[in-house]
């Protein structure tokens, strides 16, 4: 199982970016994403399950940010919109076969990528 996340870049304050995800070697039941800043823990950002029918996102993200996947193949993404500086982080995503949404927003997750860095300028 590997997942390879990409999309990340510098951007302006009150831009957007659209992260990515590329899974491969299995079907997921939920998925997420983190992000962590330097010299801070990795926090949650948003977890779906793979339906789409239960999403979570944390406060500092809620209205801003959009998790989702494609139809078609294993990508999943992570649409960024009014970035602030304190947005700047690396993100990571992250996905597990079995488990809950809350499990995932817990960091309880199985396969993680490498994470991309995105950085806010304001």
């Known amino acids: 199982v590997q997942l390879q996340a990409s999309g990340g870049g510098l951007v302006q304050a009150g831009g957007s970016l659209r992260l990515s995800c590329v899974a491969s070697g299995r079907t997921f039941g939920v998925y997420g994403w983190f992000r962590q800043a330097p010299g801070e823990e990795r926090d949650f950002v948003a977890a779906?399950?793979?339906?789409?029918?239960?999403?979570f996102y944390s406060d500092s993200v809620k209205g801003r940010f959009t998790i989702g996947r494609s139809n078609t193949d294993l990508t999943l993404y992570l649409q960024m919109n009014s970035l602030k500086p304190e947005d700047t982080a690396v993100y990571y995503c992250?996905?597990?076969?079995?488990?809950?949404?809350?499990?995932?927003?817990?960091?309880?997750?199985?396969?993680w990528g490498q994470g991309t860095q995105v950085t806010v300028s304001s």
């Open positions: 779906s399950s793979w339906r789409g029918d239960r999403k």
């Open positions: 992250a996905a597990n076969r079995y488990g809950s949404v809350t499990d995932m927003a817990a960091g309880k997750g199985d396969y």
